[in-house]
């Protein structure tokens, strides 16, 4: 039996033991310095000169980003992808934009230039690019397109972490990044999520969003004298700026992601080459293998039987069963988004089949785990496994 979890535990004994030092040692457990030396880290990782906004979880990350550009922009549109995570989606309807769906590519699973192109409208107010499963989803095209349109560009980055594009990390081309650090991710906090922007003013409003739209939240001592001018009437201590939430993270995880970044980018280099032997050695003519390649950081193997192979995908399932390999249909958050029930009954007009790709991912894709320490053996027999069925 190939016995393959998901994920394995990456949370290690160096991690356990700072942790109960630091526990013994301070007095203070909130968001505190830790929090604020995880996100310089952070930022220096990213590539340097960006604000981050440590918080409890990826989709805090998405909640904040969306929250603080309803707040600059009022209302419009949002284009995002029908594959990626379901809180790319809700934080675009809770925050009160509407969502606009444009189909993705097979090829990095990532929403496609020309779709995006074809739902700009005067309303557009950003793009929300995921980078699914690893794989990097910009192009220059892209880029530009936002940059030229002055559309707010939007990286999700919450499953890609140390994924490339032109030599520089994916969640640094973006006016704001996010980043989880869920239990299954590249590296931990066991929970938790970074935004990440060059933009001071967008950095205020994401901390204030943080923290309860509390303006002593924001990180600015002249801006907060300038707003507790104008609201005279109102303690400054207790300013609310904007409607906010509680999405704060702890020293507590603080510390486990400044350990475990230490050896983030040494384990995205093992998951690399794990994924470079599956994909290598997985039969071209029975699943699709022309993924792109390049700058990937794959932490599952996207396994997508050719349509046209009869009875392959069901032979595939039960191949998972008996080896006691674990797996997820439909990739990246079950597959097409526009499926889900949250959004046919806010959207009745949103027709699933409008995007043939999503449609061919969520029926065809699966995905497994790929963590560092999942041996070679196991990646050739189950490579063996699925080219004989
Ligand atoms: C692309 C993407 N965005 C957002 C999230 C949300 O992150 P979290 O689980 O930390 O809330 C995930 C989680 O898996 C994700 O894969």
Known sequence: MLNIPLMQNNIDKDDVNILVDFLKSSDRFTNGPKVREFEEAWSKWLGGGYYCVFVNSGSSANYITMTALKERYGDGEIIVPPIGWTSDIASVITAGFKPVFADVN?????????????????????????????????????????????????????????????????????????????????????????ICTKDKEMYRLMRM?????????????????????????VHPEFLFTVPGFNMRSTELNAVIGLNQLKRLDANVEKRRKNYDLFINKLDGSKYYTEFAHEGNSNYAFVVMPHASVTGLYDRMIQGFRDENVEFRRGTAGGGNMARQPYIRKRYPHINPADYPNAEYIHENGVYIGNYPDLPKEKIEGLCEMLNSL
């Open 106 to 194: 097979l090829h990095n699973l990532a929403i496609n230039v020309n779709e995006i192109e074809s739902k700009i409208t005067d309303n557009t107010r950003a793009v929300l690019l995921t980078h699914v499963l690893g794989y990097n989803g910009l192009s220059d095209k892209i880029i530009d397109i936002c940059k030229n349109k002055n559309i707010t560009l939007i990286e999700d980055a919450c499953e890609s972490h140390g994924a490339v594009f032109r030599g520089k990390k994916c969640g640094s081309f973006g006016d704001i990044s996010n980043f989880s650090f869920y239990y299954a991710h590249h590296m931990s906090t066991i929970e938790g999520g970074m």
């Open 209 to 233: 969003i943080r923290s309860h739209g509390m303006l002593r939240e924001c990180d600015d001592e002249s801006y907060m004298a300038e707003i507790a001018k104008k609201y005279p009437e």
